[in-house]
């Protein structure tokens, strides 16, 4: 079971929009609609951005979006906000009942 | 409102077995799925595993295959407790530990989290 692969860094200015990738496997984000999105701030734990592929959940802001293609799943962040400057995380489940936590993505808003 | 919280020791000596109780208020533990995450100094998130809440469903474990070797994760419905065991440590094991909630029958839908406890292992 390997960890989905994730950029070490983004980063875009106010008003733009970024995509975070999340590369997993036939074994994980392939296989399953089941990818959820973490925001982390500095010292904080993470918050639940988007559950099962493109799902936000209450309290959340449209500007972030989901979606995947094949192994492949990615976060959208449209609007840059200053706000948005954090760690985020995917995660999927897997085929052997478990769950594994992509690498981590650095976004800085410029 | 929910919420957690971890507690447990903050300094863990290198082979002994780690301990933490995440405390849940605001909701049954009996429902939905516990989990316990980690992160070490200045890196990722990793899942450690979890426990299905209900008392019908006695043993009802999974575990991060890397960890499983020496992990257990137990709930105690009567202390509205989930607890982690994590055996013979070493420096590698430093970092916070988070409880987290997961409303999707075990899909990673982790909606609530603890603050998170630091454990250092050194001797």
């Known amino acids: 079971q390997s960890a989905p692969t994730q950029p070490a860094s983004v980063s875009g200015s106010p008003g733009q929009s970024i995509t975070i990738p999340c590369s997993g496997t036939?074994?994980?984000?392939?296989?399953?609609?089941?990818v959820s999105w973490f925001q982390q701030h500095p010292g904080k734990a993470p918050k639940l951005m988007i559950f099962?592929?493109?799902n936000r959940p209450s309290g959340v802001s449209n500007r972030f979006s989901g979606s995947k293609s094949g192994n492949t799943a990615s976060l959208t962040i449209s609007g840059l906000q200053a706000e948005d400057e954090a760690d985020y995380f995917c995660t999927s489940y897997t085929s052997i009942n478990t769950l594994v936590f992509g690498g981590g993505t650095k976004l800085t808003v410029l | 409102q929910v919420q957690l919280q971890e507690s447990g020791p903050g300094l863990v000596k290198p082979s002994e077995t780690l301990s933490l109780t995440c405390s849940v208020s605001?909701?049954?533990?009996?429902?939905?799925?516990w989990n316990w995450i980690r992160q070490p100094p200045g890196k990722g998130l990793e899942w450690i595993g979890s426990?299905?809440?209900?008392?019908?469903?006695?043993?009802?474990?999974q575990y991060s295959p890397s960890m499983k070797s020496r992990v257990t994760i137990l709930r105690d419905a009567s202390k509205n407790q989930v607890s982690l065991n994590l055996k013979f440590v070493t420096a590698a094991d430093t970092g916070v530990y988070y409880c987290?909630?997961?409303?999707?029958?075990?899909?990673?839908?982790?909606?609530?989290w603890g603050q998170g406890t630091l454990v250092t292992v050194s001797s």
């Open positions: 036939s074994n994980d984000i392939g296989s399953y609609n089941y």
């Open positions: 605001g909701v049954s533990i009996t429902r939905d799925y």
């Open positions: 987290a909630r997961d409303k999707g029958t075990g899909r990673g839908w982790f909606d609530t």
């Open positions: 099962d592929v493109n």
């Open positions: 426990v299905y809440g209900s008392v019908y469903h006695s043993g009802s474990n």
